[in-house]
Each structure stands twice: as C-alpha cells, then as structure tokens.
C-alpha cells in the first residue's frame, strides 16, 4: 500500500513538473542570476540576462495572445519549459545566442537602422535649436510682419481645433 501512494505521489510530480519547475527556472534562477550579473562588471552576464528577460516577456506575449490555441497543444507547458531551460541554465547560454544570432543582426542591419533614423543636427554646439532661436530665424528672414501673421493664422487654428473638440465633446455628454 505505500508502494502505491509513493508511486502515485511521483505521477503526480511527473504529470505537473511544469507547474513545479516552471517558475523556479523561468522567474526565481534568473532573477538571482541578474542580480549577480548586475553586480559583476561583466558585461557578457549582463548580455545574458537582459536578454533573457526581454525572450521570457516575448514568450510570456506569445501564450497571453495566442492562450486559446494553446490549450488545444497539451504538449506546449513542456515546450516552454526546455525552451526556457535553454535560455536560461550556463550550458546552453540560449539567450545570449538568440542575441547573437537574430537580436545584434536585426538590430544592426541597414535597412533596420533607416527606419529608427533621426537627422542630426550641424554645428549642435553653436546652434541652440530652441523655439526662440527658431522664431528669431524666421523673424530675420521674413520679417516681424511675417511672423506676426504667422502667430495670428496659428492661433485661429488653435481656436478652431478646440471649438471642434468642444463640439465633440457636447455631442457625446451623458
């Protein structure tokens, strides 16, 4: 009789060792290994880590989005547990290949960086690019008359954006 509940004791471990093992591998392990890694000035742990983190929140993504697809796979619980082993234990160093190897070159490439472009400025020490300075630009090269009807056409644009809101507004008041 004890044979029997220590065996059922065990298929019961073996039937739930995602549940089990999950949040020890996937939350409590990484949380203090990036505490270490935090204290260390090594930026190889630090690698390791964070991008650990930013694989587990996209997983985690991944099964909030799709959560009714994959209760029909019964076998996912045990995919995200070996996957989550290998982003996670030394050996494997998982995340810090899926870095390496799709992270570093996505983020890198030239087509990717085009689109994250912002124009730098010329001479951005000798140049305040404020709205005063910009206004005084204007005013030097147009004219204060210019300016002043400028200023005027904004501020019935202005007017004329918050009557419209207001409108909106009292058309949808309970």
């Not at 044979?3 to 060792?17: H, P």
């Not at 983190?53 to 099964?63: D, G, N, R």
Request: charged share 25%.
């Amino acid at each position: 009789m004890r044979e029997m509940g220590s065996r059922n004791f065990l298929d019961l471990v073996a039937k739930n060792i995602d549940v089990i093992a999950g949040p020890l591998i996937a939350l409590v392990y990484p949380l203090y290994a990036s505490i270490k890694a935090i204290e260390t000035k090594s930026r190889a742990d630090d690698q390791q880590w964070l991008t650990y983190w930013v694989m587990y929140s996209l997983m985690t993504l991944f099964e909030l989005t799709f959560a009714n697809v994959l209760e029909w796979f019964p076998i996912w619980p045990y995919a995200k547990l070996i996957a989550t082993c290998w982003l996670v234990l030394p050996q494997f160093n998982g995340a810090a290949y899926v870095y390496q190897h799709f992270v570093r070159p996505f983020y890198r490439s030239p087509p990717t960086s085009r689109i994250w472009y912002i124009p730098g400025k010329k001479n951005i020490f000798r140049e305040p690019d404020d709205i005063l300075t910009a206004a005084e630009r204007y005013i030097e090269k147009n004219g204060t008359e210019a300016f002043e009807r400028l200023i005027s056409r904004a501020d019935r644009e202005a007017r004329v954006r918050r009557s419209d809101y207001m409108i909106f507004d009292d058309d949808y008041r309970y």
